[in-house]
Nanobody
Framework: QLQLVESGGGLVQPGGSLRLSCAASGFTLDAYRIGWFRQAPGKEREGVSCITNTGGTSNYADSVKGRFTILRDNAKNTVYLQMNSLKPEDTAVYYC?????????????????????WGQGTQVTVSS
């Protein structure tokens, strides 16, 4: 059974940092590109970042460029999202998702997927 599990969310003050993890079980991540998404209350889901299967290419939403970094460790079957300089508007539930199609591509409109496997999400709250 393919499963993704996010962890690392929590409450952090503005300007702080968090590192989210996305661990896979039941399949190996090195055949998939991985996307991080977030959804805030009352808002549509937003594509935050994407990383190709080898980790050679990544892409970021304009709202997080320069603050977030996506990384992957295929040996650990895990993808990370390092989030620095967090802002209140980063508050959301963060999800990771895996796409088997086009594993080496994270270009424009990468967030359209298709992402077939999704985690359950982890809450990130940025507040003083």
């Amino acid at each position: 059974q393919l499963q993704l599990v996010e962890s690392g969310g929590g409450l952090v003050q503005p300007g702080g940092s968090l590192r989210l993890s996305c661990a896979a079980s039941g399949f190996t991540l090195d055949a998939y590109r991985i996307g991080w998404f977030r959804q805030a209350p009352g808002k549509e889901r937003e594509g935050v970042s994407c990383i190709t299967n080898t980790g050679g290419t990544s892409n970021y939403a304009d709202s997080v460029k320069g603050r977030f970094t996506i990384l992957r460790d295929n040996a650990k079957n895990t993808v990370y999202l390092q989030m620095n300089s967090l802002k209140p508007e980063d508050t959301a539930v963060y999800y990771c998702a895996a796409a088997r199609q086009s594993p080496g591509w994270c270009g424009r409109d990468w967030y359209r997927g298709p992402f077939a496997s999704w985690g359950q999400g982890t809450q990130v709250t940025v507040s003083s």
